[in-house]
């Protein structure tokens, strides 16, 4: 996997081809994605939300090394991210800005599979999403990611951003790590005064494949919250979080990330100590 890092010297991408996917959040804009395959290493690209009249309006793509970089804090396994300074090319207009680059989190020999599509065929009748995937084992895995979607207030965790892999040969089957964390923290901000005025605590509608709607009410899902995370997170840990960011976003976008993800830290610590 790649290490998380900042390529800050401007890259020459202007040869990738971008494709349309859609949010499920019901958010507006484009996101656009792309691949290469060069020395044999296949990347998948992402770009930040990009408005075709005002050109990539969006942070997205910060938002996922942050995300990361938060996960890797935690002990969570993710996916990596890499941030690029690139020039790139859609629809014959040159752009500049910072994309994210991950490469593929699948083993040789193994296809993936949109959990709700496997849970549409293999499911009990009317058992709930959650009961499902605590059958299939998977529930330490599933507490996890809804104790991280509640940090960083992820609004897309629909049933394609989370994966089943199998190899049919060996007859294995496991989720992928967490990944695709763009729609998260700050993303719906585009100014600092926006983001100064962002309340970090509120509980806005997200789309949840396991549970409700709200991220914070599917806390009461987990049984035990404290046995989540390796490590916990500190106060000194911000430093790491926003590591070679500098001007990338303007200072009070990385303050209110931060007061959002360590004052929901410490909520999840309150459950765990009253539980």
């Given at each position: 996997m790649?290490e998380?890092?900042?390529?800050?010297?401007?890259?020459?991408?202007?040869?990738?081809?971008?494709s349309h996917?859609?949010s499920?959040?019901?958010?507006a804009g484009?996101?656009l994605k792309?691949?290469?395959s060069?020395?044999?290493i296949?990347?998948?690209?992402?770009l930040?939300?990009?408005?075709s009249?005002?050109?990539i309006?969006g942070?997205?793509?910060?938002?996922?090394?942050v995300?990361?970089?938060?996960?890797?804090?935690l002990g969570?396994?993710?996916?990596?991210?890499?941030?690029?300074?690139?020039?790139?090319?859609?629809?014959g207009?040159?752009?500049?800005?910072?994309?994210?680059?991950s490469?593929?989190?699948?083993?040789?020999?193994?296809s993936k599979?949109?959990?709700d599509?496997f849970y549409?065929?293999?499911?009990?009748k009317?058992?709930?999403?959650?009961?499902?995937?605590v059958?299939?084992g998977?529930?330490?895995?599933?507490?996890?990611m809804?104790?991280?979607d509640?940090l960083i207030?992820n609004?897309d965790?629909?049933g394609a951003n989370i994966e089943?892999l199998?190899?049919?040969?060996?007859?294995?089957l496991?989720i992928?790590?967490?990944?695709?964390?763009?729609?998260s923290?700050?993303?719906?901000?585009?100014?600092s005064?926006?983001?100064?005025?962002?309340?970090?605590?509120e509980?806005?509608?997200?789309?949840?494949f396991?549970g409700?709607?709200?991220c914070?009410?599917?806390l009461?899902l987990?049984?035990?919250?404290g046995?989540?995370f390796?490590?916990?997170?500190?106060?000194?840990d911000?430093n790491?979080l926003?590591?070679?960011l500098?001007g990338?976003?303007p200072?009070?976008?990385?303050?209110?990330i931060?007061?959002?993800?360590?004052r929901r830290?410490?909520?999840?610590?309150d459950l765990?100590?009253?539980r």
């Amino acid at each position: 996997m790649l290490e998380t890092k900042v390529i800050r010297e401007e890259q020459d991408l202007t040869y990738l081809k971008w494709s349309h996917i859609r949010s499920s959040s019901g958010t507006a804009g484009t996101f656009l994605k792309s691949e290469s395959s060069l020395g044999g290493i296949k990347k998948y690209y992402k770009l930040s939300n990009f408005d075709s009249v005002k050109g990539i309006i969006g942070h997205e793509c910060v938002n996922e090394l942050v995300v990361d970089r938060l996960l890797t804090i935690l002990g969570v396994e993710h996916l990596h991210y890499e941030l690029i300074n690139a020039v790139i090319e859609i629809e014959g207009k040159e752009y500049k800005t910072f994309l994210c680059a991950s490469e593929d989190f699948k083993n040789k020999g193994e296809s993936k599979t949109a959990l709700d599509n496997f849970y549409a065929a293999n499911c009990e009748k009317g058992e709930a999403h959650y009961d499902f995937c605590v059958r299939m084992g998977w529930q330490q895995y599933i507490d996890t990611m809804l104790a991280v979607d509640f940090l960083i207030l992820n609004r897309d965790r629909h049933g394609a951003n989370i994966e089943v892999l199998r190899n049919a040969g060996a007859k294995t089957l496991r989720i992928a790590p967490l990944f695709d964390h763009g729609l998260s923290l700050l993303f719906p901000c585009t100014s600092s005064e926006e983001a100064q005025n962002y309340d970090v605590l509120e509980d806005k509608k997200c789309g949840n494949f396991i549970g409700s709607s709200s991220c914070r009410e599917n806390l009461s899902l987990i049984k035990d919250v404290g046995g989540l995370f390796s490590n916990p997170l500190k106060s000194s840990d911000r430093n790491a979080l926003f590591e070679d960011l500098d001007g990338v976003l303007p200072e009070v976008f990385f303050d209110k990330i931060w007061e959002m993800i360590y004052r929901r830290f410490e909520i999840l610590e309150d459950l765990s100590n009253n539980r």
